[in-house]
């Protein structure tokens, strides 16, 4: 796969991609972006420092300052992008990948994310070229800035009492461990705090549920109220409730929505294409209004500022708020979820029956799978649907979505993985079962290897 994907840049460093592309990236950014100063952070990644000098030299070239946040949580570089005004900002990072990977996600003025739709497409034509604009007279300058306590004393502000709470925190080697300990305080227990670009206890990435395994035995081991994990670069949140069982992130859309439509009762609340009906109906019958979008962070922000949400989330723990300049923020959803199991908790309800009525139907899940032909496979899917009779509602924006009256799926190509992407919700497990097998066996021709 390209290198240059829907919603950022992203692949294995020294194959997908290497320090000459990051050369001729840094050069071409500031003509495209008409950036005279670019905010950088990057992620504990071993490759990030290199990836770093090499993009600055290449803005610097063009004639751009470059400001050095250093080490920083991708929404930390959302946030000061916005605050402070910058008309750009970069954050070397691969998120949630494995290590050998790296990335950079681009935002433009008032952290609006620079997607394949939206700019990158433009930047890799103009890379792939092998050409390269012309050297400016006077070099832009480098200079470090330093934002980390600031960010930590505006989120504060949303700090919640857990007195009472008793919390697991998983950082997974990466970037929550920045600032996630000034921000919770020192009563929860935490684990892999130490960043670690290798990422020795597990892979970044709390979504494939093996790697909450020691972050599930230790809520049980302690018999903590709740746990918590983030990804390698904390723009993602995941929890694990008292039971040690993980609980799915959609889910909490609607738990984090209730703090919103307390304060502003019709509330939009945004949610993507791939998100369990359970929440969707606890969504409306709390008064929200909802709206459906594609996946991705770099679509979901445009429709955060589209429909004015005051947050909204993704299967994938994404959060987003209104008052975090429409962005995501793993730290944020951390701090506003806790202060919602840490009130249930004050009323007699643990974690899992504060989520029990929203997870109410058999979910599978997003399962992945290898094909041999992406649209070939989503087009067969499709056909097969065809004799369960017309659906009651139907979405083609993102793959498809197609609801009947008591099971529904989405199928959809992943914009950042070569996999096709399958998740089927039904009234029970029963039902369940039967459609996944029915879909699997439509598409058993096109895969390759699942996981």
């Not at 034509?125 to 070099?139: A, I």
């Not at 899992?352 to 997003?366: D, H, K, M, Q, T």
């Not at 056909?383 to 009947?404: H, I, N, W």
Request: glycine share 8%; aromatic share 10%; net charge negative.
């Amino acid at each position: 796969m390209s290198f240059f994907k829907a919603y950022d840049m992203r692949g294995v460093f020294d194959v997908d991609f290497d320090l000459k592309m990051v050369y001729e990236i840094g050069r071409w950014l500031p003509v495209l972006l008409d950036s005279e100063c670019i905010l950088i952070g990057r992620d504990v990644r071993n490759s990030s420092e290199d990836i770093f000098e090499a993009l600055c030299r290449g803005m610097t070239e063009s004639g751009c300052d470059v400001h050095d946040m250093g080490l920083a949580t991708t929404p930390m570089v959302y946030y000061f992008t916005a605050k402070n005004g910058y008309s750009a900002s970069i954050q070397i990072t691969a998120s949630h990948n494995p290590k050998e990977y790296n990335g950079m996600k681009v935002s433009r003025k008032g952290a609006l994310p620079v997607g394949y739709d939206t700019g990158l497409a433009e930047l890799e034509k103009h890379v792939l070229s092998g050409e390269l604009p012309p050297v400016t007279e006077l070099n832009g300058v480098v200079r470090k800035v330093y934002f980390r306590d600031e960010f930590v004393h505006d989120l504060r502000k949303d700090a919640p009492c857990l007195s009472g709470l008793k919390v697991g925190v998983d950082c997974s080697n990466g970037m929550a461990s920045l600032v996630i300990r000034d921000l919770l305080g020192d009563d929860p227990i935490y684990i892999n705090e130490e960043m670690d670009g290798d990422f020795p206890a597990h892979a970044p990435n709390p979504l494939e549920v093996h790697n909450c395994a020691q972050l599930m035995k230790l809520v049980k081991e302690q018999k903590l109220d709740v746990g918590v994990i983030f990804d390698g670069d904390a723009d993602r949140v995941m929890f694990v409730d008292e039971r040690g069982e993980f609980v799915q992130p959609d889910y909490l859309i609607a738990v984090l929505a209730q703090r919103f439509l307390r304060k502003e009762p019709g509330c939009t609340v945004i949610h993507d294409i791939r998100t369990s009906r359970g929440v969707i109906e606890s969504l409306q019958a709390a008064g929200a209004r909802t709206v459906i979008g594609r996946v991705g962070h770099a679509y979901a922000k445009i429709l955060m500022r589209e429909t004015g949400a005051a947050c909204g989330g993704e299967l994938a723990g994404h959060y987003y708020f209104r008052d975090f300049y429409f962005c995501d923020s793993g730290e944020l959803a951390a701090l506003m979820i806790l202060a919602e199991i840490a009130a249930a908790k004050r009323g007699g309800k643990s974690f899992s029956a504060l989520v029990a009525p929203i997870c109410r139907y058999a979910n599978s899940g997003e399962m992945n799978f290898q094909v041999m032909d992406k649209q070939g496979a989503i087009n067969t899917v499709m056909k097969a649907l065809e004799s369960f009779g017309e659906p009651q509602k139907s979405y083609d924006f993102d793959g498809y979505r197609v609801e009947f009256d008591s099971w529904w799926l989405n199928v959809r190509q992943s914009n950042t993985e070569p996999y096709l992407r399958l998740i089927i919700e039904a009234a029970d497990q029963a039902e369940l079962d039967q459609r996944k097998e029915y879909v699997i066996e439509a598409m058993k021709d096109f895969i390759k290897l699942t996981n």
